[in-house]
């Protein structure tokens, strides 16, 4: 089972910018045979996808919301995928998630599943 931490989180002001990552781990894991993905969830809302990157980083995919401001990268050798988010704005407060997937980069964006588990995530708070 693969276990995912993520850090980086933090309160920004509106406009400003923050760099979250995720280390993967696990006994035979490793996310080089994983598309890998971030998400989100508001306070009220329900999780949400926001970015994924395909096992080697040749493409990568974006929701409309962050799309042109949030970069998500990749690094296998380390295992670790991370989501680099600029012009942020109140509307992106939400704690923030990452998770694998042996599925299309793109199928996790159009098509949610539930994942086994999730880490516990990093906390992403815009505000004045």
């Known amino acids: 089972q693969v276990q995912l931490v993520e850090s980086g989180g933090g309160l920004v002001q509106p406009g400003g910018s923050l760099r979250l990552s995720c280390a993967a781990s696990?006994?035979?894991?490793?996310?080089?045979?994983?598309?890998m993905g971030w998400f989100r969830q508001a306070p009220g809302k329900e999780r949400e996808f926001v970015a994924s990157i395909t096992n080697y980083g040749g493409m990568s995919y974006y929701s409309d919301s962050v799309k042109g401001r949030f970069t998500i990268y990749r690094d296998n050798a380390k295992n670790m995928v991370s989501l680099q988010m600029k012009s942020l704005r109140p509307d992106d407060t939400a704690v923030y998630y990452c998770?694998?997937?042996?599925?299309?980069?793109?199928?996790?964006?159009?098509?949610?599943?539930?994942?086994?588990?999730w880490g516990q995530g990093t906390q992403v708070t815009v505000s004045s």
């Open positions: 998770n694998a997937d042996r599925r299309p980069a793109s199928l996790m964006q159009i098509v949610p599943i539930e994942y086994d588990s």
């Open positions: 696990g006994r035979t894991f490793s996310i080089e045979n994983h598309a």
